[in-house]
């Protein structure tokens, strides 16, 4: 038999169809499994997390047969209790389905600790523009001691307690200057 004469037959038109028709039953078959099993037609409303602690966060997201990961702990932000949510992805609102993961960003318990610089010797300007860059106010009634130098620091004080280089205090902590009077020997 040659091939011009089989592509003509019955016999080849009948494979054609039946190998078509294979393939049909197949992608139908396909379709019906993928969305059995991935449920597709479901979804869960992400609940809004801000502002609850974790434990709150485990229960609630415990009911809505949802998981959570903590990603990350943000700058201490003051207006969010401590260990609280302060950002999650997905965002409220978004649908996502069951045993799916929520991560989550929290609020420290505190502010991070500033290591203090040795700004002994240094002019107030100097020593005003050093803590502010690390994120410390500077308290603007000063204590002065007799010292030869004007305005020049000869300490630190935090709550009335003497600071000594190397110390660390919490970020936006409100730090006191000790200067000379300029009428010292």
């Not at 869960?44 to 485990?58: A, D, T």
């Amino acid at each position: 038999m040659s091939i011009l004469k089989f592509l003509k037959s019955k016999y080849f038109f009948i494979q054609i169809a039946v190998a078509i028709a294979g393939l049909l039953i197949f992608i139908f078959a396909l379709k019906f499994w993928l969305k059995t099993s991935t449920n597709h037609d479901q979804k869960i409303q992400v609940p809004n997390l801000h502002k609850m602690s974790i434990e709150n966060v485990n229960r609630t997201l415990e009911e809505l047969n949802l998981g959570y990961i903590v990603i990350d702990s943000a700058s201490f932000n003051p207006e969010y209790p401590k260990k609280s949510v302060i950002e999650q992805s997905p965002e409220a609102g978004d649908f996502v389905k069951e045993k799916r993961k929520i991560y989550l960003t929290l609020n420290p318990s505190k502010y991070r600790d500033i290591s203090i610089p040795d700004l002994n010797g240094s002019t107030k300007r100097h020593a005003i523009s050093q803590l502010r860059s690390k994120g410390l106010n500077v308290d603007t009634s000063y204590t002065y001691v007799k010292d030869i130098g004007k305005d020049v620091v000869r300490g630190l004080l935090y709550k009335k307690k003497v600071l000594n280089p190397g110390d660390q205090l919490p970020l936006n902590s409100i730090v006191e200057l000790v200067l000379g009077d300029g009428e010292g020997n």
